[in-house]
């Protein structure tokens, strides 16, 4: 190996080790508590290598906001090599939604975050363009998903678009995340379960919108059991 390449080998972990011990404080304390000094010792790095590497707090707040999309991208991806109708397989990425929101509690509200100017600004054109792309991929394969349903005849006659359903889908999503999320003042009193909810309500959503099989002829709850046990047992035990 190369001087170079062992050089670049090198950076790219620590790359991954200040965005491991970032994406953990931003678990911990939200994002007052990502302060670079304290990240700066977790890693046992000088926080000037911090700044080699992401140009300010907010850069790394998207560039640990962009890892999440692309594991929500890989995990949604699967749905094309699943077997059964197209609902099935968008039933895929309902899990596997729901195992990320497992595997990152944050990430929603990170998202929420780095979408506002005042951190998104201040993130590098490189930062901004790989978060966006990530997320490009993850409504991509929504929408594939969809326009499959539409090739199979399974989706037709009540005029729901895929524009319509994607923008259905992801705002039931990020609605049940967001008011789960940090302190449930809209849930104050309420005996509401937003994402225990979010299963049935993505297919009411699908019912409304004439795909079929209809959840009163399916059972979507065995075939999500099984998409769970097949794909994401490790993160669910």
């Not at 190996?1 to 972990?13: F, G, L, N, V």
């Not at 010792?41 to 998207?62: C, G, P, Q, W």
């Not at 490189?126 to 990530?134: K, L, T």
């Not at 929504?142 to 259905?168: C, F, K, N, P, W």
Request: charged share 25%; hydrophobic share 40%.
């Amino acid at each position: 190996m190369s001087i170079q390449d062992r050089k670049q080998r090198e950076r790219e972990q620590r790359n991954t080790l200040i965005l491991d011990h970032a994406d953990e404080l931003l678990k911990e304390h939200g994002y007052l508590g990502l302060n670079l000094d304290q990240l700066a010792d977790r890693i046992e790095y000088a926080k000037a290598t911090i700044y080699n590497h992401f140009i300010s707090k907010e850069d790394l707040m998207v560039a640990v906001a962009t890892r999440h999309l692309v594991e929500r991208g890989n995990a949604f991806s699967l749905w094309e090599d699943h077997e059964g109708r197209s609902r099935e397989k968008m039933c895929v990425i309902g899990v596997a939604d729901k195992v990320m929101s497992i595997r990152y509690p944050h990430a929603y509200s990170l998202g929420q975050l780095v979408a506002t100017d005042s951190i998104w600004q201040k993130a590098s054109p490189e930062n901004q363009q790989a978060y966006q792309e990530a997320g490009m991929r993850c409504m991509r394969c929504m929408l594939d998903a969809i326009r499959y349903a539409e090739e199979q005849g399974d989706l037709s006659g009540t005029g729901a678009t895929a524009a319509h359903l994607v923008t259905g889908l992801v705002s039931l999503s990020k609605g049940a995340y967001l008011m789960t999320s940090g302190i449930k003042v809209v849930l104050c009193g309420l005996d509401l379960d937003p994402v225990g909810l979010l299963s049935d309500n993505f297919h009411i959503l699908m019912d409304g919108a004439g795909w079929h099989p209809l959840s009163t002829e399916f059972d979507y709850k065995a075939s999500e059991s099984r998409i769970r046990e097949r794909y994401f047992s490790t993160d669910l035990n």
